[in-house]
C-alpha cells in the first residue's frame, strides 16, 4: 500500500510534473503525444507532447514496469494499462479507478 501522507513519493507520480508540454520548444527527434483517458465523472487531463526520452518516466524505477499507480491533480489513480504505439508516437494512460486506502 502506497504512504498517502508521503508528498514526495506522491509527487514522482504526478502526470503534470513527470510530462512537461514541449509544444513548440526545441526537442530531440519528432515529438510524442501522452493522452489519459478514464478518468472518473468525465474528468481529463490535456495531451501532452513530449520528448521520446520523456518516455522513460512511465517506468517505475524501484520495479522496472510501468506505473501501476499515478497522480492526476493530486489525486492518486489506479492504472489499467498504459498502451504505446509506436508508428503514430502516442501513448495511451488507461485509467482504472481512484485509489481507495
Same mark, same amino acid.
Given at each position: ?22 509544444? +513548440?520548444?526545441?526537442?530531440? +527527434?519528432?515529438?510524442?503525444? #501522452?493522452?489519459? $483517458?478514464?478518468?472518473?465523472? +468525465? ?15 512511465? #517506468?517505475?524505477?524501484? $520495479?522496472? +514496469? ?15 494499462? #498504459? ?9 495511451? #494512460? ?8
Amino acid at each position: 500500500m502506497p504512504p498517502l501522507h508521503n508528498f514526495e513519493w506522491r509527487s514522482e507520480r504526478e502526470f503534470n510534473l513527470l510530462f512537461v508540454n514541449r509544444e +513548440g520548444q526545441d526537442r530531440v +527527434g519528432p515529438a510524442w503525444t #501522452i493522452e489519459v $483517458t478514464g478518468l472518473p465523472n +468525465g474528468g481529463s487531463m490535456p495531451e501532452k507532447s513530449v520528448d521520446q526520452s520523456d518516455l522513460s518516466r512511465l #517506468i517505475d524505477p524501484s $520495479t522496472g +514496469g510501468f506505473w501501476e499507480m499515478m497522480c492526476f491533480d493530486d489525486w492518486l489513480f489506479n492504472l489499467r494499462k #498504459i498502451e504505446i504505439d509506436y508508428p503514430s508516437r502516442k501513448v495511451v #494512460i488507461q485509467v482504472d479507478s481512484k485509489f481507495e486506502a
